[in-house]
């Protein structure tokens, strides 16, 4: 029995090291999580999306989900992350005026608030 357990641990490691291996992205599991979504049930080993996170049936012993999304680590406190729900598309706009992306790097260190900032608008 403990054997059996020991397999499956490692065979849901791999599957969610597997549907994440290509970006460093969070993924979460869930062993009282039933493979149903929307009114359909999912076997073992198939996958489906709710909004931004790819989750896969790991019947018997739960549901494994990562995002799909590349969230940025390293902005100024003056942006803010956006995810457009529908496609999942991650962009930084201005904390003050969410309509004007946010491009941190070389040249753009100003705060808006403090005054003019160098921006390079995206074109």
Known sequence: MAGQR???IILIGV?????????????HFNSQALCKYEGRLYSMGDTWMEGCLQCTC???VGVGCCETVHWPVDFPPWCEVRVESPVCK????LTSDPRLPCIPGEGNSLDPSHGVMN???AG
Do not use: F, G, I, Y
């Open 58 to 60: 790991l019947h018997p």
């Open 15 to 27: 599957s969610l090291w597997a549907m994440c291996s290509a970006a460093p992205m969070e993924c």
């Open 90 to 93: 991650v962009t930084l706009v």
């Open 119 to 121: 921006m390079k608008l």
């Open 6 to 8: 020991t397999v499956m």
